[in-house]
């Protein structure tokens, strides 16, 4: 892997580790310790860089492959359902909504080995660059939520404050909300794509 896919493959890395300080499998008190709130704040941020800098480095560095175009959103769809799973065990993010982001990145790369099979590495679109920001805007206020919780349960008397809970939850349910509906519309656009390459290039023989 050149130096841009080591950068990505640190995303891919910091998935499990997210849900194993989400969910610590032997802390007492499972994941209400607040020793995590700002382990889980530092794997957030450090993904979230990585997934700018490895774009950074490949253009400046001359290193953009159709390896890395597959590389880079495969490690954004690990890091993003990581990070949902853990909201929906937690009871912050609604099953249904995940499943349909589920279907929808499953769906995706159905559609990137079709593509594939033509001869073409398809990369992020703009559609799906977009998604990814309104994904890290949601994630980032659902680990709000939880950091929240996760010390109101150590000190219950300073951090119990509802409202700004209720009002946090609000919006970050709107955003979960506007961010599902923008990954339906990217994936319409990666069918349309491949629907109009499909009509360009002929499929190779399998």
């Known amino acids: 892997m050149k130096a841009a896919d080591k950068i990505t493959a640190i995303r891919i890395l910091l998935a499990p580790v997210f849900c194993l300080v989400y969910f610590p499998p032997f802390q007492t008190g499972g994941g209400s310790a607040p020793w995590t709130v700002p382990v889980l704040w530092i794997i957030?941020?450090?993904?979230?860089?990585?997934?700018?800098?490895?774009?950074?480095?490949?253009?400046?560095?001359?290193?953009?492959?159709?390896?890395?175009?597959?590389?880079?959103?495969?490690?954004?769809?690990?890091?993003?359902?990581?990070?949902?799973?853990?909201?929906?065990?937690?009871?912050?993010f609604p099953v249904f909504l995940f499943l349909v982001v589920l279907y929808r990145e499953f769906s995706i790369l159905f559609v990137r080995n079709l593509m594939l099979r033509k001869g073409i590495a398809m990369g992020a679109r703009m559609t799906g660059k977009i998604k990814t920001l309104a994904y890290i805007i949601t994630g980032a206020g659902a680990l709000g939520i939880s950091s929240l919780d996760r010390l109101r349960a150590s000190e219950p008397g300073f951090f119990n404050m509802p409202q700004v809970r209720s009002g946090l939850y609000m919006a970050v349910m709107g955003a979960f909300v506007f961010s599902v509906f923008l990954s339906v519309l990217s994936f319409i656009d990666y069918v349309r794509v491949y629907r109009k390459a499909g009509s360009e290039v002929p499929c190779k023989a399998s």
Not at 46 to 56: A, C, N, P, W, Y
């Open 44 to 92: 957030f941020g450090v993904s979230e860089i990585t997934d700018m800098l490895d774009g950074f480095v490949a253009r400046k560095l001359g290193e953009v492959s159709d390896f890395g175009k597959l590389f880079d959103p495969f490690a954004d769809t690990l890091v993003q359902l990581s990070y949902f799973l853990c909201f929906v065990l937690d009871g912050i």
